[in-house]
């Protein structure tokens, strides 16, 4: 055996929950970020640990809120979302009670408060044009003490977090915990779906680990025509699992939002590259002053530093915009955090 070195609004991670888990934890946490579907038989058998065990521990991690199995959506492939990065000032003490009524949006992939508590950074997902028409010209105007906000497209992700280990793996112990079919990442055409694939996909951003037998009940349909619906979505693309982990089990403490300028034709080599970084959660172009945006994890300032006095100038960087740490997460994809007790 290989070992690993490695959507209800009720889910909450605390640190008084990350502190009570081990080592065996974080590497059935990495294992189910590879392959978020994965039975406790298969995770077992990869990690060389009684299956019993790894059910126990696994099952602790996802009712506690340490991981959360959902999908990913891609929706430079399927339907008119536009993803948006909303990035925005509150007034004086607000920061943290607005971010929470912008995490608690259906729309909303992530949300932070930054450094400076009053600033506060956003992805949004609205489903449509009516969607986005109402977001941008009702529903954030609305809300009292938000102000100078900015909005930017993203126009290609090099890395959305559903790719994204929170330790590496050998490529041998990732093949051995793909079951799922996968799509050509170079594809780039539009995924057409019908209801019952909304149905199915719906069901799935709520809980990616859901049964065929339970999808079946859920949806009304046979177990057969789960199963192939599921792996027509898998394999063009339309669909990615997507586990999210609480940072904090791996000891990554320092969390970061840097946006970087650079000239037009190095966007796509410089997304690419930088998106292979094991640090780099998030890898996006979008519209506006700054052409990358990223989402990075390190262990301490020392990492960060390193990144960004090192790595950043060696791979094409022309200037990096601005950099900002995270004070408060609020929302990681399913996943929504609680306000710190101070």
Request: proline share 5%; glycine share 6%.
């Amino acid at each position: 055996m290989v070992p690993f070195d490695v959507m209800s609004m009720g889910d909450k991670v605390t640190m008084d929950d990350v502190g009570q888990f081990d080592e065996l934890d974080r590497q059935i946490a990495v294992a189910l970020q590879v392959n978020g579907r994965a039975s406790w038989r298969l995770v077992a058998r990869c990690l060389d640990v009684p299956e019993r065990t790894v059910a126990r521990r696994g099952q602790a991690l996802l009712d506690g809120g340490i991981v959360r199995v959902s999908t990913y959506l891609d929706t430079t492939r399927v339907g008119s979302a536009r993803p948006l990065i909303l990035v925005a000032f509150t007034e004086p003490g607000r920061s943290l009670e607005i971010a929470s009524l912008i995490a608690a949006r259906r729309d909303a992939s992530s949300v932070s408060v930054l450094e400076g508590t009053d600033h506060l950074v956003s992805m949004l997902i609205p489903s449509d044009d009516s969607s986005r028409h109402q977001l941008l010209f009702r529903d954030l105007p609305s809300i009292a003490g938000l102000k100078d906000t900015t909005v930017a497209t993203v126009l290609r992700y090099f890395r959305t977090g559903y790719d994204w280990l929170a330790r590496e793996i050998s490529e041998e112990a990732r093949q051995m915990m793909m079951e799922l079919p996968h799509s050509d990442p170079e594809r780039t055409d539009a995924v057409f779906l019908d209801p019952e694939d909304w149905s199915l996909i719906n069901e799935l951003a709520r809980d990616g680990r859901e049964s065929f037998a339970a999808l079946s009940k859920s949806l009304g349909l046979a177990t057969q025509t789960i199963q192939r619906r599921m792996n027509n979505l898998f394999e063009s693309g339309a669909i990615h699992i997507r586990t999210e982990v609480s940072p904090s089990l791996f000891g990554l403490s320092v969390e970061v939002l840097v946006w970087i300028q650079t000239a037009p034709d190095e966007v796509e080599p410089l997304g690419r590259a930088l998106a292979r970084h094991s640090a780099v959660r998030f890898c996006a172009a979008t519209t506006g002053p700054s052409q990358l945006l990223l989402n990075c994890l390190f262990p301490d300032e020392n990492a960060l530093y390193e990144f960004l006095t090192d790595y950043l100038g060696t791979h094409g960087a022309s200037r990096v915009a601005d950099v900002a740490v995270v004070v408060i997460p609020l929302r990681r994809g399913p996943m929504i955090m609680p306000i710190p007790q101070f």
